[in-house]
């Protein structure tokens, strides 16, 4: 099992940047395929972002391509995601998440998950 904790969410002013992190628990980081997703209010839960074991692969929503980038330190049970040109309709609660097996673009597939961190982005 990972426990996995998200920081790095706040108020921003539309156009500005964010550095989201997860924080795992426990020594099998590594060995799974992590995402992101999101969750604005009213709206369900989406996928954003997704990264291999190694980091070598990523994966994007096709709305979010150019100004989001994913990555992970595994030395440091730790993964990212960038968010850049930040918009208002990016405000939601951001969500990592661990994958338990098949398609990182399908929520079900994720086994575990965080607590979220807010991001508010002002127009």
């Known amino acids: 099992q990972v426990q996995l904790v998200e920081s790095g969410g706040g108020l921003v002013q539309a156009g500005g940047s964010l550095r989201l992190s997860c924080a795992a628990s426990g020594r099998t980081f590594s060995t799974y395929v992590m995402g992101w997703f999101r969750q604005a209010p009213g709206k369900e839960r989406e996928f954003v972002a997704a990264?291999?074991?190694?980091?070598?692969?990523?994966y994007y929503a096709d709305s979010d391509k150019g100004r989001f980038t994913i990555s992970r330190d595994n030395a440091k049970n730790t993964m990212y995601l960038q968010i850049n040109s930040l918009k208002p309709e990016d405000t939601a609660v951001y969500y990592c998440?661990?994958?338990?097996?098949?398609?990182?673009?399908?929520?079900?597939?994720?086994?575990?998950w965080g607590q979220g961190t807010q991001v508010t982005v002002s127009s």
């Open positions: 998440a661990g994958l338990i097996g098949g398609s990182v673009y399908e929520l079900p597939k994720y086994g575990y």
């Open positions: 990264i291999s074991r190694s980091g070598s692969s990523t």
